[in-house]
Nanobody
Framework: QVQLVESGGGLVQPGGSLRLSCTAS????????MGWYRQAPGKQRDLVAV???????NYADSVKGRLTISRDNGKNTVSLQMNSLKPDDTAVYYC????????????WGQGTQVTVSS
């Protein structure tokens, strides 16, 4: 059974920082592309950042320079360090695991709420 368990969300003031973590089980973590997506109320779910199994990270333009994605294959964990947070970053953040070698081999976490507000 595949599980992606996120943690680290919460309420933070504008300009503050949060660190999200996602721990995976039930998959061969090292072969999966790992990503973070977010969905604000009334909006679609959008890609924030992805770190592929065999290359470096990629970021949405709106978060470049403020958010950093990293992975630890030994701990089956992907993290998202979020700095200089803005109210527009408020959303539910979802962890995603995608197998680039197999169609439909894709999994989601349950989501964690990030609220940026004074």
């Amino acid at each position: 059974q595949v599980q992606l368990v996120e943690s680290g969300g919460g309420l933070v003031q504008p300009g503050g920082s949060l660190r999200l973590s996602c721990t995976a089980s039930g998959i061969i973590f090292g072969i999966y592309d790992m990503g973070w997506y977010r969905q604000a109320p009334g909006k679609q779910r959008d890609l924030v950042a992805v770190i592929r199994s065999d290359s470096g990270p990629n970021y949405a333009d709106s978060v470049k320079g403020r958010l950093t994605i990293s992975r630890d294959n030994g701990k089956n964990t992907v993290s998202l360090q979020m700095n200089s947070l803005k109210p527009d970053d408020t959303a539910v953040y979802y962890c995603n695991a995608n197998n680039p070698y197999a169609t439909f081999d894709n999994y989601w976490g349950q989501g964690t709420q990030v609220t940026v507000s004074s």
